[in-house]
């Protein structure tokens, strides 16, 4: 397994593949039940989306909202813990899976697509919560030769990744991006910028040093003289005084401005470079980014909503429709070899989530040699009602 638990699968896809496994007779009333499920696990979800943007309030720089009751420092920071550990929660009920050091190791290393080198200050940057869902091989093409030509390149992508920084100075910020190359996690972090690769700085430095050599050659030889016998004059190296007439001064002034054109060109120059590789940064922020601060919880929620559901009725269908009855780890490796097998896809079944959420309704009995076993499809929707409006655990 590839210890991803995200189904990359609908809901709505997950409830017609598990209907056409049954009899006609049983589809609508089991289309019945995962409505009834759907309708009350996002009533749940509901409380737990007011208590997330409780929690972000006192920290969201973009609310037009006015703050009634300020928070001392102590209320601001256990507030600011009750934030990050609510998002950690809720990235993870979504299928996220953090981030570990090694991976951004890896991503600072390794070669970028971008065809950039970025530094991270991180200096400002007082905590960060990375989070990943959803990984994948895909072929891109990238320019190569200067852009003249393009070449294929396999590269592994996240198909989502939640970023969350908190400052130094008090800020914090919330983001959510899609199909970040593996090699690219960098560019994601705040406060990055563009350095300069090795290549980059011979693409610069050769053209300028020759072209600093024609510019010495051609206009500053004789500027260059002159200004040398004065100098040596007034330092009393050179007896033989230098006179400077109109055309003496005008050699000299073509000579600094020369030199002058000449700095200003490859300053120039370098600065243009870096607009590039800053605006193929931003460009590629700009399509990857999925939402920002309080907008991300409803993205999460939504997913983490899905995912409760999804693994619900995997576990439910498959107790139900077993010819006998299944250990946990039976069901487990069912679901998984059902994904492998029949939809070309290999993902790790959180077992555990799917029966908490059926134990919770009645929907699933143990006995004490830990066989399950499934409450009938026609009690299903009866005991999956609305009345316990709680937030989901």
Same mark, same amino acid.
């Given at each position: 397994?590839?210890?991803?638990?995200?189904?990359?699968?609908? =809901?709505?896809?997950?409830?017609?593949?598990?209907?056409?496994?049954?009899?006609?007779?049983?589809?609508?009333?089991?289309?019945?039940?995962?409505?009834?499920?759907?309708?009350?696990?996002?009533?749940?979800?509901?409380?737990?989306?007011?208590?997330?943007?409780?929690?972000?309030?006192?920290?969201?720089?973009?609310?037009?909202?006015?703050?009634?009751? =300020?928070?001392?420092?102590?209320?601001?920071?256990?507030?600011?813990?009750?934030?990050?550990?609510?998002?950690?929660?809720?990235?993870?009920?979504?299928?996220?899976?953090?981030?570990?050091?090694?991976?951004?190791?890896?991503?600072?290393?390794?070669?970028?697509?971008?065809?950039?080198?970025?530094?991270?200050?991180?200096?400002?940057?007082?905590?960060?919560?990375?989070?990943?869902?959803?990984?994948?091989?895909?072929?891109?093409?990238?320019?190569?030769?200067?852009?003249?030509?393009?070449?294929?390149?396999?590269?592994?992508?996240?198909?989502?990744?939640?970023?969350?920084?908190?400052?130094?100075?008090?800020?914090?910020?919330? =983001?959510?991006?899609?199909?970040?190359?593996?090699?690219?996690?960098?560019?994601?972090?705040?406060?990055?910028?563009?350095?300069?690769?090795?290549?980059? =700085?011979?693409?610069?430095?050769?053209?300028?040093?020759?072209?600093?050599?024609?510019?010495?050659?051609?206009?500053?030889?004789?500027?260059?003289?002159?200004?040398?016998?004065?100098?040596?004059?007034?330092?009393?190296?050179?007896?033989?005084?230098?006179?400077?007439?109109?055309?003496?001064?005008?050699?000299?002034?073509?000579?600094?401005?020369?030199?002058?054109?000449?700095?200003?060109?490859?300053?120039?120059?370098?600065?243009?470079?870096?607009?590039?590789?800053?605006?193929?940064?931003?460009?590629?922020?700009?399509?990857?980014?999925?939402?920002?601060?309080?907008?991300?919880?409803?993205?999460?929620?939504?997913?983490?909503?899905?995912?409760?559901?999804?693994?619900?009725?995997?576990?439910?269908?498959?107790?139900?429709?077993?010819?006998?009855?299944?250990?946990?780890?039976?069901?487990?490796?069912?679901?998984?070899?059902?994904?492998?097998?029949?939809?070309?896809?290999?993902?790790?079944?959180?077992?555990?989530?799917?029966?908490?959420?059926?134990?919770?309704?009645?929907?699933?009995?143990?006995?004490?040699?830990?066989?399950?076993?499934?409450?009938?499809?026609?009690?299903?929707?009866?005991?999956?009602?609305?009345?316990?409006?709680?937030?989901?655990?």
């Amino acid at each position: 397994m590839s210890g991803e638990h995200f189904i990359p699968f609908r =809901k709505a896809d997950i409830v017609a593949m598990l209907a056409d496994e049954v009899d006609e007779a049983e589809r609508e009333p089991f289309r019945g039940f995962a409505r009834m499920l759907a309708v009350v696990l996002h009533l749940r979800f509901h409380e737990r989306i007011e208590a997330l943007k409780d929690a972000y309030h006192p920290f969201n720089s973009d609310s037009d909202t006015r703050t009634v009751a =300020k928070l001392g420092p102590q209320e601001r920071e256990a507030a600011r813990g009750r934030l990050e550990a609510e998002l950690t929660e809720l990235a993870r009920a979504a299928n996220f899976t953090e981030i570990d050091p090694a991976e951004l190791d890896r991503a600072f290393t390794e070669h970028s697509l971008l065809k950039v080198r970025l530094a991270v200050d991180r200096s400002a940057i007082d905590r960060i919560l990375l989070f990943r869902r959803g990984e994948a091989t895909v072929t891109r093409e990238v320019p190569v030769l200067f852009g003249l030509r393009r070449k294929s390149v396999t590269v592994t992508e996240y198909s989502r990744v939640l970023v969350y920084a908190r400052f130094r100075d008090g800020r914090t910020i919330i =983001k959510l991006f899609q199909n970040v190359p593996r090699e690219d996690l960098e560019m994601v972090f705040p406060h990055v910028q563009v350095r300069m690769r090795g290549i980059d =700085k011979w693409l610069i430095g050769v053209p300028a040093i020759v072209s600093g050599i024609v510019m010495i050659a051609t206009k500053l030889v004789t500027s260059v003289g002159l200004l040398l016998l004065l100098i040596a004059f007034w330092m009393g190296l050179h007896d033989d005084p230098v006179t400077l007439d109109r055309t003496g001064l005008v050699t000299v002034g073509i000579g600094l401005t020369a030199l002058g054109a000449y700095f200003v060109r490859q300053v120039t120059n370098f600065k243009n470079r870096k607009i590039l590789f800053m605006k193929a940064l931003s460009e590629n922020l700009y399509f990857r980014n999925l939402d920002n601060d309080a907008g991300v919880f409803h993205h999460l929620l939504d997913a983490a909503e899905e995912a409760e559901v999804i693994e619900a009725l995997l576990a439910y269908h498959f107790i139900r429709t077993a010819p006998k009855p299944l250990t946990t780890d039976d069901l487990d490796l069912a679901i998984e070899d059902w994904f492998a097998q029949r939809w070309a896809e290999r993902v790790d079944f959180e077992v555990d989530d799917g029966l908490r959420k059926l134990r919770e309704f009645g929907l699933v009995r143990e006995d004490g040699a830990g066989l399950l076993t499934a409450a009938p499809l026609n009690e299903a929707a009866r005991l999956v009602r609305p009345s316990d409006l709680s937030a989901p655990r």
